[in-house]
Structure formats: C-alpha cells, structure tokens
C-alpha cells in the first residue's frame, strides 16, 4: 500500500483562482483539475437552498459548460419543478448495453454566513482545504461528473451505451425531483452515485478502506397520538394519555426487531472482521459466515455503531403532552423514528409500532410519504470497476460494502428496479467531514485522484479501452 503523494501543490494557472494539487505521478493532468477546482468554486458562489429558487442557475451553468464541452444543444434537458429543477445531459453510445446514469444532485443545505467562520457562498481555500457550502455534498461530486464527461467527449471515446448525467434538484428536501428523474429514466442498467460512498483515512493520512454504498436504510417518522376527554388534575383518574404515551414508549423500547441481513451486510461485517481485534471482530467474522448466530448477534447488538446494520431500528425522539399544569392531559403525542432494513415495507413496521402500543384510543401516522427499495446486489462489473479505480490510488486497498442509515437519490432509482452505488471519488479523515455542518470543506490533494476515479469507472463500465 503507497502512501499518497498528491499534497504537493502546484503554482496558480490562468484557469483558476486556487491551486492544484499534483506530483510527479498525478492521476490526472493538472489543467483538468484545475478546471474542476474552478467550477466547483462557481456552483458553491450559486446559493441553491430550498426557498432561494437558485436551482435553476445551477442547471444552466452546467449545460452551458457541456455545450463548450462538445454536449449537443439537444442531449440537454432542463426542466423546472417549482423553484427547483433537474437536468438530464445524455453522452450517446453504440447503445449495445442499457444505460448508466450519474446521479447527483444541484442542491445544498442552508447555511447562515454569521455562523461560519468564512462566507458559505464563496469558496476559499486554506491550508489545503477548499470551505464552502455543498463543497463536499454534493457539489463535489457534480463536478467531478460533469468534468469527467468533458474529458471523455475531447478524448473521443465512444461508450457502448449511453451515459446519462441524472441531477436531480431537492435531493435534501423532498426528493420530488429525484422521483421524477427515477421514473423518467426507468430501464437503465446502473446508477452510479456521486453522493455515496467514498474512501477513508486515518487521522495520520493513510488509507482505510474503500466503502462501496449499496444498500440504504428507510427513513420514517410515526405520529403516535393518545386522546383524552381530560379534566381537573384533583380529580385523577387511570386513564392518562401520558400514562398511556409512557407505557407505549416502554413497549418499543423493549422490543428488538427480527435480524435481517444482504449481501451487502455480510461482505462490510467480514471485512471490518479482518481489521478488528478481539470478541468484537470474532462477532463480526461469525456474522458473515453465520447470521443467524446467537452469540455473533448479542456481541454486535450491544454496539450502537453496529446494531442498525443488523435490524430495522424503532426510537422516541420528540414527545409533547398536556395542556395546563392543573389539568389531565387531553392530548399526549410522540415521534418514532424509524430506519428501515432495506426491502421491508414501512407499513409493516407501522402494523408492528401499532402492535406494540397496545391501546385501542391511540392512532399511528406515517409523518410524511415514505419510498423503500431493496439492496443492490454486488455485482461483479461494478466492484471490478470500482477496484481498479481504487487500485489507481491505493493499490490492494480493501473494498468495503456499505449500507447507509441515511437516503440519497441512489432510493428512489432502486425502487424502480435500477442498481445503484454510491461510489464517490473523495477520500477524507474523520476530522474533515462538516458536510451539512458548519465550515463545510474537502482537501484540495482528493480531487486529482477523484477526476480519475471517475474516468476509470466510466471507461470501464461503458467499454472504453
């Protein structure tokens, strides 16, 4: 395993503002990076959080850099939604193989410039790293897409199926335009995803691991209400909606649901095992080899790290009752917040909550409309594509399955029957991770290497030489 070589810094080109990270063995010529830097920095300048309707000048910016890249006027489509919009920007192939799609997405989280320290909307770099809102989700993987397929359109390479770059407009919101994009564009092979995924590094810089999103975990809040006719609190009576909450609360506490397991689970548990010492990393071995194993299960569930990657996970976050300090509450509410395995239909985890609740004068509500798909499964195309990209930088670097807690737009194209990976060209620390965060920022040293990655993953997967 070569210790990375890419924190050397070049001198300022004509091309951007900031500089460039190379060396003698830089993955990618130094020209393209700097571009990417460049517009990176011009899509963080465009403030596109829900409510600013700036989505749009987004859209226009890229299509506008593939029109100069080579892209037809017609292989680019923008459409508005509201005050967002999304844009599809087909490079065709020889068509001998279904499409790819690049998934990212144009929008970004709020941020108050009087909280940071920096202007959020103004990409500074400092001491090798580049701050910015959505500098690392998702903007940085929009970049490193959109210039990925400049490149390939100047080098002449023709796929053997179209490529199709699929960015949706309220990936951080409601996901509308994500749906849309999902059923629009139903039928295609593969999606690769900018927003997932990505390489680790210790604290000292050296590298981790590689982890491969596959698979992602449903999001679903349940409204769980208990009513009460009320009255004096001098006049207490059994019935109590808090009382009722309380007891409601106890019972999911209690209750574990049933282990479930993937592909994608099995292969991350057994190669955490052969980094991990002692009982934990015997677990995580016996897990991969036997997931219905007692012993390897009672280990894992006592780490809150691990147990969500074990079972659909159900907890009270908000709570709210009574309404006076002299009177029987008449109203008592909490929220459940639940991360689904993948597959399993959030329906039947209400039936379950209600299940538990036990109590006739309580009701369950989804908070909002809930989408769930299954796991992709490892396909030996992707993960040979998404080894040689890795052995580009890292040679022999392990490849972790990941299934996230969190969504990306990687869900909704599942749902419609495409697999889908995260597999982000970013390798970062612990230390470097603000993404929705303040002071948001990615090391200027990870872009060389993600530019490639990119390259090599597209050329191998659409039959490049």
Not at 134 to 142: A, E, I, M, S, Y
Not at 376 to 400: E, H, M, N, T
């Amino acid at each position: 395993m070569r210790k990375s070589s890419l924190s050397a810094l070049l001198l300022f080109t004509s091309l951007s503002p900031f500089t460039v990270a190379a060396a003698d063995d830089a993955l990618t010529p130094p020209e393209l990076t700097a571009q990417a830097i460049d517009m990176l920095g011009k899509t963080i300048a465009i403030e596109s959080v829900e409510g600013k309707g700036n989505v749009p000048a987004v859209a226009n910016y890229i299509a506008a850099e593939l029109r100069k890249g080579g892209f037809a006027e017609d292989d680019i489509v923008i459409e508005r939604h509201g005050e967002t919009a999304t844009l599809i920007a087909t490079y065709k192939g020889t068509g001998e193989k279904k499409p790819i799609l690049l998934s990212a997405h144009m929008d970004v989280v709020s941020a108050n410039p009087e909280d940071w320290t920096r202007d959020p909307f103004t990409m500074v770099e400092e001491d090798g790293y580049l701050f910015g809102r959505g500098v690392t989700d998702n903007k940085f993987g929009l970049t490193m897409m959109v210039q990925t397929l400049i490149r390939l359109k100047q080098e002449g390479f023709t796929p053997n199926r179209d490529l199709v770059l699929a960015l949706s407009g309220d990936e951080e919101t409601q996901m509308k335009t994500t749906m849309v994009l999902a059923e629009k564009l139903e039928g295609a092979d593969i999606v690769l995803n900018s927003d997932g995924g990505g390489g680790g590094l210790g604290e000292n810089g050296e590298p981790v691991a590689y982890y491969l999103q596959g698979a992602e975990k449903t999001y679903a809040d349940y409204a769980i209400t208990f009513t009460n006719p009320g009255g004096h609190s001098s006049l207490p009576r059994k019935d109590n909606a808090i009382y009722d909450l309380a007891q409601a609360a106890l019972n999911i506490a209690n209750y574990e649901f049933p282990v479930m397991w993937s592909d994608i689970t099995r292969e991350s548990f057994r190669q955490a095992a052969a980094q991990t010492e002692g009982e934990l990393g015997k677990a995580m071995a016996e897990f991969a080899e036997n997931p219905k194993s007692k012993k390897a299960i009672k280990v894992l569930s006592e780490r809150p790290e691990y147990v969500g990657q074990l079972r659909t996970t159900c907890v009270a976050t908000m709570l709210n009752g009574g309404h006076a300090l002299n009177a029987l509450p008449q109203r008592a509410e909490m929220n459940i917040n639940c991360r689904i395995f993948p597959g399993v239909n959030p329906d039947d985890v209400q039936a379950k909550l209600l299940e538990l609740v036990d109590n006739l004068d309580a009701t369950i509500e989804l908070v909002d409309e809930v989408h769930y798909s299954d796991a992709s499964p490892l396909r030996d195309d992707v993960v040979a594509a998404v080894r040689k990209a890795v052995d580009r930088r890292y040679p022999g670097l392990a490849i972790v399955p990941e299934m996230s807690a969190g969504a990306s737009d990687s869900l909704h194209f599942r749902a419609h029957g495409i697999d889908s990976y995260g597999v982000s060209g970013i390798f970062m620390k612990p230390s470097d991770m603000y993404a929705h965060g303040l002071n948001e920022r990615v090391p200027v040293a990870t872009i060389d290497g993600a530019l490639d990655h990119w390259h090599t993953l597209i050329t191998e997967l659409a039959g490049g030489e």
